[in-house]
């Protein structure tokens, strides 16, 4: 089946792949929040990504993706790996040096403009044909997504300078979309997540390398923490990866990324459940609006063309 035959209607297996795909983002920012209180952020980011990459690996093993792969030269497999260098390279580098600085709920939903820049860029690069209900319901959810950022307390400086590391790990993550676009349509979304999770770390490694930063592996850290540490990493970076990827094979990234606007509804709905967060009127108000624009993308692809 070929992703131009799947993309002219409405694939509810995309669905509750894609919406899968933000629950786990959200969630896993969260338990991120959690760890970075004792561990630093590229820390944090080394034990996720090393455990994902190893739990990819050994399931494209398993299903036979590195033999086929095998086939192909060196070149191919770099030409694959190579957006993972902005997500989650650069992306969630960026992202958990903001979210040292900011809290759970704004990483979440300042996540949330992702559609927005996804939705630009697959128009200006691709020519993706963007409806105007599309552009709507979109200005739609990004409006619950404002609201909810907009009823946030002014905490300083040092908050606004997270959020603003956290903005541009985002546009990063948005570009990897474009970049993985059409990769996909010839390759098993398990095995390119973990190529590019792969020279994600490497970047990483090659970051904070450059810069001095080193790794801060100490023993006096509870042994539940780094537990927690590869457990987002599971679910933040193996399965999230992969049940988008799996997602965008079906349909345009253009409908996909809308639903990256959930992200905010689990990450906040977690940040308050497990880490006592503040949750206020208008966030609420803020979520439905953005779950009722979300939804209305959904139906509106179950319609007919």
């Not at 630093?40 to 033999?67: F, M």
């Not at 697959?122 to 020519?127: K, N, S, V």
């Not at 993706?128 to 319901?137: P, V, Y």
Request: glycine share 10%.
């Amino acid at each position: 089946m070929t992703p131009t035959k799947t993309r002219t209607g409405f694939n509810s297996h995309a669905i509750l792949l894609i919406t899968a795909s933000a629950g786990c983002w959200g969630f896993g920012t969260v338990i991120s929040k959690e760890v970075l209180a004792t561990v630093p952020p590229l820390t944090v980011l080394a034990v996720q990504l090393s455990t994902s990459i190893v739990v990819l690996w050994l399931l494209a093993v398993w299903q036979g993706h590195v033999a086929r792969l095998r086939q192909h030269p060196w070149l191919t497999w770099i030409k694959l790996a190579t957006p993972g260098i902005f997500e989650p390279g650069l992306s969630y580098g960026f992202g958990l040096i903001g979210l040292s600085l900011s809290s759970a709920s704004q990483a979440a939903l300042i996540g949330a403009t992702e559609p927005v820049f996804i939705l630009g860029l697959a128009w200006l690069l691709f020519r993706e044909s963007i409806s105007l209900k599309l552009l709507m319901l979109s200005a739609l959810a990004m409006m619950g997504v404002m609201l909810t950022v907009g009823s946030q307390p002014a905490n300083g400086g040092q908050i606004l300078l997270g959020n603003l590391w956290i903005l541009l790990g985002t546009f990063c993550a948005a570009f990897y979309v474009l970049l993985s676009r059409r990769a996909v349509a010839d390759h098993d979304p398990l095995i390119l997540s973990a190529l590019q999770q792969t020279i994600g770390l490497v970047c990483i490694v090659l970051f904070s390398w450059k810069f001095g930063v080193g790794f801060q592996f100490s023993s006096t850290i509870p042994i539940q923490i780094w537990l927690m540490a590869a457990l987002s990493g599971i679910v933040q970076y193996a399965l999230a990866f992969w049940l988008y990827l799996s997602a965008i094979r079906l349909i345009p990234v253009s409908i996909a990324a809308q639903f990256l606007s959930l992200i905010p509804v689990f990450g906040v709905g977690g940040a308050y459940l497990f880490l006592g967060e503040r949750l206020t009127l208008i966030q609420g108000m803020g979520m439905t609006i953005t779950i009722a624009a979300v939804s209305q993308i959904s139906r509106s692809q179950s319609s007919p063309e």
